[in-house]
């Protein structure tokens, strides 16, 4: 289904939840701005739970308007208002329907904190009034983590919009993970530039609550945050044609149980695109403490060569018919995403493990019908001028996100898929 979002900009859902910006903005020219409010089905559910109706009014507050109006009041009576109103009596805080006492907008934060997991999800699914209340709570409660990217970045990332994010973790215990996710575009200060965006964080609860009360001895302004997390990406001037490795694992000798698609943790972007970095503050170790989210000072390297860690493996490669005739495995030439990647090359290397390198490039615009089968994500060809949204991946993890990968006509892909391997 679709629904129009203002003047020039529809967004439509795919099937997995997903939302496409689509309209003039991703058009024939560049100068035209992308609208980056509404990214995701959450941010576009609330919208439209606030076109069917004002539900922030309804949220319970103290009313005070109209206590000191009424000339019955006599000074005494208006005076014992007020003082009841100061300390906040339930009595005078008041709602609409579905609303509770304890959704205060005080109090909430409170609430939240302490059921924050699966418990609060559960919130969401109440009514629209609970899921605006909720949703606006969270991003007042994670507002200093947008106000401090803001400060480090400003120069170089444009903080436009920000947004809460959770997603279910596929353990053998179904859990759940909690994302402050940012979308900055990217300008022209770095190009032809690594960047490093990372910072450092606390545990509140959870598994390594004794790491964090370690610090405790320690000032505030002393204490040294005991994890880090970074993100890494390389700029390229505006139309550039990026370049990119996936490598898929398909080996009998074991198994990925996701059987997602490895993708470059360096991500290559454009000046002009916009990047998703994902502040996690929800997982399976615990409750990050929003208060010890601190940003670190930006950090630029050079670009160099981005090589998948296969190719330090494998030297020579063949085409299909010279290695088929040394090789036990039934190969094929991976030519499954037509028409919007076509098919350059494929050549094969390897003994025991047979790996096919076929060379991708974005044509044909729309989404890749089989990506999400064989590669375990979503993957979508936008105009070649068309500014793209760029998940970037944490440092050090294979898979973090699972999210659509936005590319452009023109773009290459370099896909390299193992095969084969003996049974131990």
């Known amino acids: 289904w679709s629904c129009w979002l203002g003047r020039n900009h529809q967004a439509r859902f795919d099937g997995r939840g997903d939302l ?25 559910t609330k919208e439209l739970c606030l076109r069917r109706k004002d539900y922030e009014s309804m949220q319970h507050r103290y009313v005070v308007e109209g206590l000191t109006n ?42 939240i904190s302490f059921l924050f997991g699966g418990a609060l999800i559960r919130c969401f699914e109440v009514c629209p009034l609970w899921f605006v209340v909720y949703y606006k709570t969270l991003d007042q409660v994670f507002s200093k983590i947008d106000k401090g990217f803001k400060q480090y970045y400003g120069q170089s990332l444009h903080l436009e919009y920000a947004r809460t994010d959770w997603s279910p973790v596929h353990v053998a215990e179904a859990g759940i993970r ?71 694992d398909i080996c009998r000798f074991h198994g990925d149980e996701t059987r997602v698609a490895a993708t470059q943790n360096i991500t290559p972007v454009c000046v002009n695109d916009r990047i998703e970095i994902a502040v996690n503050l929800f997982n399976a170790m615990g409750l990050v403490d929003v ?39 039934r190969l094929q030439i991976p030519d499954f995403f037509s028409v919007q990647l076509r098919h350059i090359s494929t050549e094969y290397a390897g003994i025991d493990v047979a790996v096919s390198r076929t060379q991708l490039r974005a044509d044909a615009q729309g989404v890749v019908p089989q990506a999400d089968r064989i590669l375990g994500s979503r993957f979508e060809v936008l105009p070649r001028s068309s500014p793209i949204i760029l998940p970037l991946k944490r440092v050090g993890l294979q898979h973090d996100r699972f999210t659509k990968i936005q590319l452009r006509q023109g773009d290459s892909i370099l896909l390299y898929i193992s095969q084969g391997g003996k049974m131990t």
Request: proline share 4%.
């Open 70 to 111: 009424q000339q019955e009041n006599s000074r005494n009576r208006v005076a014992e208002l007020l003082h009841r109103a100061a300390i906040r009596d339930p009595e005078i805080c008041q709602g609409g329907e579905n609303s509770q006492v304890f959704m205060e907008a005080s109090m909430l934060p409170l609430v």
């Open 20 to 44: 496409s910006l689509l309209g003039s903005a991703m058009g024939g020219t560049s100068s035209q701005p992308i609208d980056v409010r509404v990214t995701d089905r959450k941010s576009l």
């Open 178 to 248: 909690i994302d402050r996710i940012l979308i900055a575009r990217v300008t022209s200060n770095h190009v032809n530039h690594c960047t490093k965006v990372s910072y450092g964080y606390a545990y509140k609860s959870g598994q390594l609550a004794e790491e964090e009360e370690n610090n405790n001895n320690k000032g505030y302004e002393d204490k040294t945050d005991p994890f880090e997390c970074s993100f890494k990406f390389d700029t390229f001037s505006r139309g550039t044609s990026r370049s990119f490795w996936i490598h898929k």
């Open 291 to 329: 208060d010890r989210v601190r940003w670190r000072p930006l950090e630029i390297f050079p670009v160099q060569e981005r090589q998948c860690p296969i190719e330090q493996e494998l030297f020579d490669w063949y085409d299909l018919d010279s290695f088929q005739s040394q090789s036990v495995e």
